[in-house]
């Protein structure tokens, strides 16, 4: 079963609009992690955010913000008034101490601001 | 701060051939893992290794193995190439201690193509 999921595949948006990325995990694990990737078409991914499992304050940071709820095992990631740049392949992951801390990472979702 | 570097970034073989991939980590990182990234699987793990020790393998075939060395760097090897083992090879290092929280530093990746 998948641990990560992303139903999103591909989005498109328009410069300016606001977009939300959805992610839902699975686990059984009390202490687990959860991260956001972006991967521009350079390749190689680069790291946004990191959430534990004990906590689920929300944050805003610019443009980014991350919503983490675990009653519903959902781990969102919202870009407001995208840009062109923000185009890219997402990608949310989990790491569970339960399983040696190894990464699941799910399908990704690919970004598309169209200016 | 160096970064992971990947070496070769590009590489063409054909099928039957071998290939070996390497990877150096950020400095102080003892772990590191190998993902295989496909259009249609997304990313695919591959194995991690700790201390020069295997610690965690996903689901491939023998024919995909690695080492690591005692300064951290280390290799994959693919044997009896596939056409289906065209991909974007990540590597990606953390400290690798206990904490699952260990963020994930990516290379660039090395894209092979299989003739």
């Known amino acids: 079963a998948q641990k990560v999921t992303q139903a999103q595949t591909e989005i498109s948006v328009v410069e300016k609009e606001d977009v939300t990325l959805d992610c839902v995990y699975e686990?059984?694990?009390?202490?687990?992690?959860l991260f956001w990737y972006k991967q521009p078409p350079s390749g190689e991914l680069v790291f946004l955010i990191r959430?534990?499992?004990?906590?689920?304050q929300n944050e805003i940071s610019g443009r980014y913000s991350w919503n983490f709820q675990k009653s519903t095992s959902s781990f969102n990631f919202t870009i407001t008034a995208s840009q062109v740049v923000d185009s890219a392949v997402y990608f949310c992951?989990?790491?569970?101490?339960?399983?040696?801390?190894?990464?699941?990472f799910g399908t990704g979702t690919s970004l598309t601001v169209i200016p | 701060k160096a970064g992971v570097t990947q070496t070769p970034r590009y590489l063409i073989k054909t099928r039957g051939q071998q290939v070996t991939l390497s990877c150096s980590p950020i400095?102080?990182?003892?772990?590191v893992s190998w993902y295989q990234q496909t259009p249609g699987q997304g990313l695919q793990f591959l194995f991690e290794y700790f201390s020069e020790t295997q610690r965690n393998k996903g689901n491939f075939p023998g024919r995909f193995s690695g080492r690591q060395f005692s300064n951290s760097r280390s290799e994959m090897n693919v044997s009896t190439l596939e056409l289906g083992d065209s991909a974007l090879y990540l590597c990606a290092t953390r400290r690798g201690g206990s904490a699952g929280a260990n963020v994930l530093t990516f290379g660039a990746g090395s894209r092979l193509t299989v003739l």
């Open positions: 959430r534990n499992s004990f906590d689920e």
């Open positions: 686990t059984r694990d009390t202490t687990y992690y």
């Open positions: 400095s102080g990182h003892r772990s």
């Open positions: 992951a989990l790491s569970e101490a339960g399983t040696g801390n190894q990464f699941y």
